[in-house]
């Protein structure tokens, strides 16, 4: 006993990080993340991992890659080099030897031998490196198994209830027997076993379905700490599947409780089920004996969001009293909702910390980001979702989330400004349908999610309230929940050095965003002054008072900075030599900018198409060929166009990040005025009879047009492809139109 009033030491909440390393097969084709996140080419990324402060790290030391062909064949080679690394690094490793795979091809899921298989590996590690001290022998036996047994998506793509229990027990078998040949070398090594943990909420009718779904997520620690057996809820379902008794009773005999229950945690882990399926949009509804009902993320269906994971930890340890940590915290979305989501998880582990329940990590997933998880990783269309290090570059480059990672490693409270204000599975926006009220969620929506952000959040300064670019950003940050001031010239004239640093001060914003300035190309020809003072004099003076105040800036350049004389895409670092006035006024700008802010971020982009005008190239165009009128563009101009809410989001991003410096910013397909028209008319499947292609001399320019703008860039392609652009605007023109069309 501790006497009277005396403080007991608890360790602090440490940051743990995590490397998505997925080798999972999907019939006979393989998903390999170290190749397609490059850390497998990458030494150095162990110094980047140091540089964000974490404790630890859970990384990858696979079956499938190490040891493909047997013991005897094993290649150490890149373990060696990088658990090496790691150690003189500081940062504890855990060794990982399957991540949602199925080991090497010999074997399966449902093979017994895939047991006996990852214990022989795992003895060779410990053997190899006894001074490893923590393991995950297999990374979330049960929703592998799911994954694998019941729901068809990965191999051997079962999709029965007797499959799916066969290839959890397998799993689980070959975590005890991995530990027992770990432990004959390592008496002192510890398991680290993670599995994806939620809960499940429904309707009445659906109460039986949510029982059993809230009994199974147990089921993969249960049998590790020997739970399982006549007396538990899930025995008559587990018998049932046609199991040996014996094969569930092993595991009594031979338990193995987690050292550390790793718990992931995912916006889709907790869920409504509804009996009302034609409430949801179709894709979420399904079927099980014989029930059609919609499975749902709670976030998009609940009045009243859950209370996050702070209840789900405390569940756990009034279940096991094992200690935690959360070994995967991650979420899809834009750059402030990953850093809000971090944060409140950091919070919630802090919450059961507070409650009695002995969590020791949060471990941020993943470092290096992840692709195509969006599908599950069954199909292969580089959908990335970056981590705190974006690898589209070609060096990893640090985001907002770096930063945030060192000030919680640190013990310093996050500080960005962005996290002033919920996230968007806390807004009022977030429904895919009729928000559902239950016993726990009132009808109404509290008041509180109605505000757009915290009081007295600091705000983006938007200059150029009556243009497309400025409209669009004050669009898009109410959607993304960022405090924003969308300013006219009177407001804010950003050539008068007073008028900008009044609004500086009456405002305080952390970042300006200049979407001003002065755009008709033609008209620039007899209107120097203005143009040179909106945008070259205008930009300089915002960029002096930002560089005194401390805040970001974002300033637009243009492709028109170029000659065209090359006749391939120009990168960020080619010389720039316009060849009219507007051309002059921009690289002027540019120049001017980061001569006086290093720091302020000048992108380049062109040829803005989008749905939030009539007025654009690609909308006039559409216009004229679906009303059966001609329209003509001209053939030897080649450009690159832009998605307007693409450049949106991509600058906010890159805004938040904090980055500098000139980037090129389009959708990256160079074709001609004629051939962009063509393109769109074909996405659209309009008429293209009627588009004529001319020559520029033909179109009646009075400033002189390079021939070649297209831009490409030495950083990293951040936007989508130009076709799915022009689907997704096609999409959102659609459904004005219909709407405009149903509202009169």
């Not at 979420?284 to 009045?303: C, K, M």
């Not at 990783?377 to 970056?386: G, I, K, L, M, P």
């Not at 013990?411 to 807004?427: C, D, E, I, K």
Request: aromatic share 10%.
């Amino acid at each position: 006993m501790h006497p009277k009033n005396a403080s007991i030491s608890v360790p602090p909440l440490q940051l743990w990080g995590g490397l998505e390393c997925t080798v999972n097969r999907v019939r006979d084709q393989y998903f390999d993340q170290l190749d397609r996140n490059g850390h497998r080419h990458r030494d150095d990324d162990i110094d980047r991992f140091a540089s964000l402060g974490i404790h630890a790290i859970r990384y990858p030391v696979l079956w499938e890659t190490t040891a493909p062909d047997g013991i005897a064949n094993a290649d150490w080679k890149w373990t060696d080099r990088r658990l090496v690394a790691l150690q003189q690094a500081g940062i504890t490793p855990i060794a990982g030897l399957v991540h949602h795979g199925s080991g090497p091809p010999h074997t399966s899921l449902t093979d017994p031998a895939f047991a006996t298989g990852l214990a022989e590996f795992a003895g060779a590690v410990a053997a190899r490196y006894p001074w490893l001290s923590y393991y995950t022998p297999v990374n979330e036996p049960l929703t592998t198994a799911r994954f694998s047994g019941l729901y068809g998506l990965w191999y051997p793509h079962g999709s029965d209830d007797n499959t799916f229990i066969q290839a959890l027990l397998i799993q689980c078998r070959a975590v005890v027997l991995s530990m027992q040949a770990i432990r004959a070398i390592n008496p002192d090594a510890k398991l680290v076993q993670t599995d994806d943990f939620g809960k499940t909420y429904s309707t009445p009718e659906m109460a039986l379905f949510a029982t059993f779904y809230n009994e199974r997520r147990w089921l993969g620690w249960d049998l590790l700490c020997g739970m399982v057996g006549t007396e538990h809820p899930l025995w008559p379902y587990l018998t049932a599947t046609g199991i040996d008794h014996a094969e569930l009773l092993w595991f009594r005999d031979n338990p193995c409780p987690p050292d550390i229950i790793g718990v992931n945690y995912y916006v889709t882990s907790e869920r409504w089920l509804d009996h009302r399926h034609d409430r949801y949009p179709p894709h979420f509804a399904g079927v099980s004996d014989f029930t059609r009902f919609a499975d749902i993320e709670t976030s998009r269906a609940l009045a009243a969001p859950t209370p996050g994971i702070a209840p789900l930890l405390d569940e756990i340890w009034d279940r096991y009293h094992l200690p935690m940590a959360i070994t995967e915290a991650h979420i899809d979305a834009a750059r402030e909702d990953q850093l809000r989501w971090l944060l409140e998880i950091w919070q919630g582990a802090l919450q059961a910390r507070k409650n009695g329940a002995d969590v020791r990590a949060v471990t941020v997933w993943a470092l290096l980001g992840s692709f195509d998880w969006n599908s599950l990783v069954t199909q292969s269309n580089d959908y990335y979702e970056a981590g705190p290090l974006d690898v589209r570059f070609a060096e990893p480059r640090p985001t907002a989330l770096a930063g945030m990672m060192q000030e919680l490693s640190a013990g310093q409270a996050p500080s960005h400004p962005v996290l002033n204000g919920p996230g968007w599975w806390r807004r009022a926006g977030r429904f895919l349908c009729p928000p559902v009220a239950t016993p726990d969620a009132p009808t109404s929506i509290p008041a509180s999610l109605h505000r757009v952000v915290i009081a007295n959040a600091a705000p983006i300064l938007i200059a150029g309230a009556t243009g497309t670019l400025g409209r669009a950003f004050a669009r898009i940050c109410q959607q993304r929940n960022l405090a924003y001031r969308l300013l006219s010239r009177g407001e804010m004239d950003i050539a008068d050095p007073a008028s900008v640093e009044q609004a500086m001060t009456r405002l305080r914003p952390w970042a300006v965003v200049n979407a001003s300035g002065y755009v008709r190309v033609d008209d620039a020809e007899h209107d120097v002054e203005r143009c040179f003072r909106e945008n070259a004099t205008g930009p300089a003076v915002l960029a002096a008072a930002c560089a005194r105040h401390g805040v970001h800036l974002t300033t637009f350049s243009s492709d028109l900075v170029f000659s065209g004389r090359q006749a391939n895409p120009y990168v960020e670092t080619d010389p720039v030599a316009p060849i009219n006035t507007y051309g002059r006024s921009k690289a002027e700008g540019e120049s001017a900018v980061l001569d006086c802010n290093p720091d302020a971020l000048v992108v380049r982009t062109s040829s803005f198409f989008g749905p939030w005008d009539e007025f654009n190239f690609v909308a006039q165009a559409l216009s004229a060929l679906e009303s059966g009128a001609p329209f003509a563009a001209a053939s030897d101009i080649t450009v690159s166009p832009t998605y307007v809410p693409d450049l949106v989001n991509v600058c906010l991003d890159l805004m938040i990040d904090g980055e500098r410096g000139v980037w090129h910013l389009t959708n990256g397909h160079a074709l001609t005025w004629a051939e962009l028209a063509g393109k769109a008319a074909q996405h659209a499947g309009v008429d293209c009879s009627l588009l004529g292609a001319q020559p520029a001399a033909a179109c009646n320019y009075v400033a002189a047009r390079p021939p070649y703008t297209a831009l490409h860039t030495n950083r990293a392609v951040l936007l989508p492809t130009l076709d799915n652009a022009l689907a997704r605007y096609l999409q959102t023109r659609e459904a004005h139109t219909t709407k405009v069309a149903v509202t009169i």
